[in-house]
């Protein structure tokens, strides 16, 4: 049995052992669990300053880049509008080059009308002199023209007036030409009137 009387067994640096443990050395003074944080608040502010810092330069990016994009919206804008401008006058002097071609012809003629007794060899002359300069203005600006005798009857370029029998043409070609007809960048702005072989 166990003496409850008895003094707990020293340890081996003689310290007792148990329950009852020894008063702190004089001179000492115990260290607080939490002496306020020192450590943890400095760290608190420096995170808090930071994240104000990275703030600061997100909203000046933001700025930055909301003022390139209304930049970017005006220069738009300012195209748009110029990109019309240019838009309507292609279209309201669109024919600009041609008529400037077209002013030798009308030159022509007009000097042709003051002679005062002209010949016929020199009517003659003058109209081949104008319809020189028209066949230029012409090929300026790729107005072609469509004399299609002997060619294969087209549709899509040529306009029928008449079936004709014809031994020498092949059936289904162009014998006569009534009216030229004329391409403008290969596109035809007018048929050429024709007659064409007809038979079997």
Not at 4 to 30: K, L, V
Not at 93 to 102: K, R, T
Not at 138 to 146: C, Q
Not at 170 to 179: D, E, G, I, T, Y
């Amino acid at each position: 049995m166990t003496d409850p009387n008895a003094r707990p067994e020293a340890g081996p640096q003689g310290r007792t052992q148990g329950a009852d443990a020894p008063p702190p050395e004089a001179g000492t003074t115990p260290v607080a669990a939490d002496a306020g944080h020192p450590v943890a608040d400095e760290a608190g502010e420096g995170a808090e300053a930071t994240m104000e810092q990275r703030l600061v330069e997100t909203e000046s990016r933001a700025a930055e880049y909301h003022e390139m994009a209304l930049r970017a919206r005006a220069e738009m804008e300012n195209l748009r509008k110029r990109g019309q401008l240019d838009v309507a006058a292609a279209h309201k002097y669109a024919i600009e080059g041609f008529a400037e071609s077209l002013l030798p012809v009308r030159d022509s003629l007009e000097m042709a009308l003051k002679v005062e007794a002209p010949t016929v060899e020199n009517l003659r002359e003058g109209v081949e002199a104008t319809l020189r300069l028209l066949a230029t203005a012409f090929d300026k600006h790729k107005l072609l023209a469509i004399d299609p005798v002997g060619e294969k009857f087209d549709p899509n370029r040529h306009q029928a007036i008449s079936m004709v029998p014809a031994g020498d043409v092949p059936v289904n070609h162009v014998v006569s030409v009534l009216q030229k007809g004329y391409l403008i960048n290969d596109r035809v702005l007018r048929p050429a009137l024709v007659t064409v072989r007809g038979g079997a």
